[in-house]
């Protein structure tokens, strides 16, 4: 891991900055993106650049549902466990999505593909039950378009079926 040099497009800005720590969010999504998760490594790393302590980018860090301070898989499906949201039947997205694949909250999926979150709300609740992929949303979810989702995105294929907003 590390080696390619991802933080240095940010050198310049954050010398600019009046409070460089703006710029910890933009640090740790560019730190996950190179290491595939925001390692204690990175973290120390992007916190050194920013004059933080590795507590103050620890203390951001868990307080965004997209930064992710363990390895996950491929495909991270934020699942929303809002209160819209529960109108899933007997069974929620994040109960259904982790009994479909065999994993807890926040395990990678033993093929690597998947790993389950689930967030409080994704902004999508005129079309609850929702989830989000990467920057896609899909929804309003029944057990069978999940299964649909899943197995299209094992087959390699993403982007999928909607285009952000549109039903899936
Ligand atoms: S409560 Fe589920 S998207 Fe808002």
Redesign the pocket.
């Known amino acids: 891991m590390g080696g390619q040099d991802v933080l240095g497009k940010f050198r310049k800005e954050i010398r600019k900055a009046e409070y460089p720590r703006e710029l910890a969010i933009d640090v740790m999504y560019a730190l996950q993106a190179r290491d595939g998760y925001l390692t204690d490594e990175g973290l120390v790393e992007g916190a050194e650049l920013l004059g933080m302590t590795p507590l103050e980018m620890e203390e951001l860090a868990t307080f965004y549902d997209f930064i992710y301070r363990e390895p996950v898989g491929e495909f991270v499906i934020h699942a929303?466990d809002?209160?819209?949201?529960w109108m899933f039947g007997e069974e929620s997205v994040v109960d259904y999505l982790c009994r479909k694949l065999d994993v807890a909250v926040g395990e990678r999926s033993r093929d690597g593909l998947f790993t389950v979150l689930p967030s409080s709300?994704?902004?999508?609740?005129d079309k609850?039950p929702?989830m989000m992929i990467r920057d896609r949303t899909y929804g309003p979810l029944t057990p069978e378009k999940i299964d649909e989702i899943l197995e299209t995105l094992k087959q390699g294929h993403f982007p999928l079926i909607d285009e952000g907003d549109r039903d899936v």
């Open positions: 929303c809002g209160v819209v949201c709300c994704i902004g999508q609740c609850a929702a």
